[in-house]
């Protein structure tokens, strides 16, 4: 019986640090997909524009903006658009494909349009490389 809440203190341990992890790249991973959208819907991205669509002020995106920056995510001069570096494209490209499959295998489940964009949002940042390659596989046997 001891070595089985061993067993089980281990994995759950594993687990907080994971999601600790997790929520570490979260706002960056957040950041990046939206400075690609404000690209490649407008042709640039600025603060102010990142600023509004995230409900924040500018001062709060002045430091995100400057750790994505020491991060090698992004770059800027002052008063100038923000550009994703190759890396910052490779995250937001990635963070792209983990929504899209999350959100997908949520409808898929029946749940509905705007409860699956906003859930998705959130599990995107937080599920497994097994758990999407399991989803992907799912939606691919039961939407074709």
Sequence with gaps: MAQHAKKQGAIRSAAFRRIRADHSSELAEDYVELIADLIDEKGEARGSDVAMRLGVANATV?????????????????????????????????????HKIVEAFLLALGVSEETARIDSEGIEHHVSGETLKAMARFLARTVL
Excluded at 66 to 95: H, N
Aim: charge should be positive; avoid cysteine.
């Design 62 to 98: 002045v430091k995100a903006l400057k750790r994505l920056q020491d991060a090698g995510l992004v770059t800027q001069e002052p008063y100038r658009s923000i550009f994703l570096t190759g890396e910052g494209w490779k995250m937001a490209e990635d963070g792209r494909r983990k």
